[in-house]
């Protein structure tokens, strides 16, 4: 499809929590970014992938964050034990390439709140 | 690391003013890109400028991107209701698009 997919919409969870995203990016787009965006318009890059490769994780608090783009399957960001600063809406994106003339393809976002 | 700055962070207009938004980057950058943001929605992107001097339109919307490839412009011209939301600029350097805080219109009727 023409859209970037993220589900779900909206996920509350518990402090300690697991949290588990998913993202279908559009069919032919080799690379996948996830950010995470905070209340104050933030954008906060956490990790990119080329295919089902890392390509910069440079961004991921690995202690509790990791992710996944594995072959015919939506690729996911989870999050083991969720902190209370974890609440963000975190938003996928994908591209052809990388820098990409048509830029990122964003999806709608997923919003945790962690109670 | 990248840093983009961008301001102002607010711009209250009237409709049928004029506004711009200013982004700069503590690097040089291989591209920048700006995107649009409606309130509870994901960004959109818009433009991305590559050459050094750039300047692109698209209808009411002028974008530029500096000589040295490190600060870029998103000027609107008569400003409509339908342009409310947040502005973005992210600048690409090292396979790594990094975004400004935006710039958030809210526009008077």
């Known amino acids: 499809g023409e859209e970037v997919a993220q589900t779900p919409k909206h996920l509350v969870r518990g402090e300690g929590q697991k949290a588990k995203l998913y993202c279908a990016p559009i069919?032919?787009?080799?690379?996948v970014f996830w950010y995470q965006q905070v209340l104050k318009n933030e954008f906060k890059f956490l990790i990119s992938?080329?295919?089902?490769?890392?390509?910069?994780e440079t961004g991921m608090p690995k202690e509790r964050f990791s992710a996944k783009c594995l072959p015919n399957s939506p690729c996911s960001l989870e999050i083991q034990a969720t902190k209370l600063e974890d609440s963000a809406v975190y938003f996928c994106?994908?591209?052809?390439?990388?820098?990409?003339?048509?830029?990122?393809?964003f999806g709608s976002g997923t919003r945790l709140t962690v109670v | 690391g990248q840093q983009v700055m961008q301001i102002p962070q607010y711009q209250h207009v009237q409709e049928g003013e004029d506004f711009t938004t200013y982004c700069n980057s503590s690097?040089?950058?291989?591209?920048i890109q700006w995107y649009k943001q409606r309130p509870g929605g994901h960004p959109v992107f818009l433009i991305q400028l590559v050459k050094s001097g750039e300047v692109k339109k698209q209808k009411r919307l002028t974008f530029q991107f500096g000589e040295a490839k490190k600060n870029s412009s998103l000027h609107i011209t008569a400003t409509q209701t339908t342009d409310v939301g947040t502005y973005f600029c992210a600048g690409h350097r090292d396979y790594k698009l990094s975004f400004g805080a935006g710039t958030t219109v809210t526009v008077r009727a």
């Open positions: 994106a994908s591209s052809q390439s990388v820098p990409g003339e048509y830029g990122y393809t």
């Open positions: 992938f080329q295919n089902e490769n890392v390509f910069d």
């Open positions: 069919k032919g787009h080799s690379y």
């Open positions: 690097t040089t950058l291989s591209n």
